[in-house]
């Protein structure tokens, strides 16, 4: 069984930006990256919520592949608040200062 990295801002940043031509690099922007995160949440969700039926009906002995996609889960959802928090602390910042 081979286990597949979490994916990190880093890699999501990567995926961003080689989907981007090289002239609309500009067009990268937090809302692609934090969407991205977002959607990467959702998956790894459907997927422990896949897991974790299968494990309660009894069709399959995997457990530790169920165990590992909720850490993942957990990492990514963690992930995604530490952004949104550092966002939020960031805009916070920019409204005190002084014009």
């Known amino acids: 069984m081979e286990i597949s990295q979490i994916s990190d801002i880093q890699s999501l940043v990567e995926k961003v930006t080689s989907r981007v031509a090289p002239e609309?690099?500009?067009e990268v922007s937090f809302t692609n990256i934090f969407s991205n995160a977002i959607a990467n949440v959702k998956q790894t969700e459907a997927?422990?919520?896949?897991?974790?039926?299968?494990a309660a009906a009894g069709l399959t002995d995997d457990l530790h592949?169920?165990?590992?996609?909720?850490?993942k889960a957990e990492l990514a959802l963690s992930m995604l608040v530490q952004v949104r928090n550092k966002a939020l602390d960031a805009y916070s910042e920019i409204m005190r200062m002084a014009l």
């Open 47 to 54: 997927t422990v919520k896949n897991d974790a039926v299968m």
């Open 65 to 71: 592949t169920v165990i590992i996609n909720a850490e």
């Open 24 to 26: 609309k690099e500009a």
